[in-house]
């Protein structure tokens, strides 16, 4: 007669197995099984993306599961100054992205891109002028920490963060990318002409298209420039193939 085996035998010996043939020679359990299935998780995660495999699972559950990545990121000096770090907001299945640069007090605060005075200027521009909820497009931002007092992101910290964003694109696949500003336009563009210039000029990153607009917290300063991110937006709609809604004549 065989021998019962102990409960979760079967599910150990596949887990001593699959670390081993990853080649761990040591593995240490302590009684802690259930964090050893997720560590196995997380490394199958990650090698099936350095292998350039599919993504396990559908986009929403990727993004979130890279949203827990990120949170416990420390990768450059923001992680000791950040409150949390500032994923995204949207859904994962937009057609369109807007690309910020990095977060301000309030998102750093809240944990979500665009939701001080920039972010509610930004709401208006998708909801009122473009008339599309919020919720139906993905926002994220260069950075996904905040730099001390709302500074620029500096190089080294862009290109800690570059894989995250990168990711997320990959994984909403939108048809169309809006960059804010210069940051977010010299990322997807890989130009350092300024933002006045390139606004309004279709790009293209990755083989997506890409329009760079002024960012909100310019035009909070400098309200007469509505009118031109006001054009890029029509722009936007307009490759697309949406009809914008009557404004009588009136931008965001």
Request: include cysteine.
């Amino acid at each position: 007669m065989t021998p019962a085996r102990p409960p979760g035998s079967d599910a150990l010996g596949e887990t001593l197995a699959y670390f081993r043939d990853l080649g761990v020679a040591e593995l240490y359990l302590d009684g802690r099984f259930e964090e050893i299935e997720e560590e196995k998780k997380k490394i199958s995660l990650k090698v099936k993306r350095e292998a350039g495999g599919a993504p396990a699972g559908d986009a929403a559950a990727e993004l979130q599961s890279l949203a827990f990545e990120v949170s416990s990121c420390v990768k450059c000096r923001l992680c000791k100054t950040r409150k949390q770090t500032v994923f995204a907001d949207g859904s994962s299945s937009a057609r369109i992205m807007f690309i910020g640069e990095a977060p301000g007090a309030d998102e750093d605060a809240q944990g979500v891109p665009f939701v001080g005075r920039a972010g509610q200027l930004l709401t208006r521009m998708i909801e009122d002028g473009m008339g599309l909820p919020r919720s139906s497009v993905y926002i994220a931002n260069v950075l996904k920490c905040r730099p001390p007092e709302n500074r620029n992101p500096e190089p080294d910290e862009i290109a800690s963060c570059r894989g995250y964003l990168e990711r997320q694109i990959d994984l909403v696949k939108p048809e169309v990318l809006v960059a804010l500003g210069k940051f977010a336009a010299h990322f997807l563009l890989e130009t350092d002409e300024g933002i006045t210039r390139l606004r309004g000029k279709w790009g293209s990153y990755r083989g997506i298209p890409v329009m760079p607009t002024l960012h909100p917290s310019y035009l909070l300063r400098q309200p007469a420039q509505k009118k031109e991110a006001w054009e890029d937006l029509l722009a936007v709609l307009t490759r697309l193939g949406i009809d914008a809604p009557a404004r009588k004549g009136k931008q965001p």
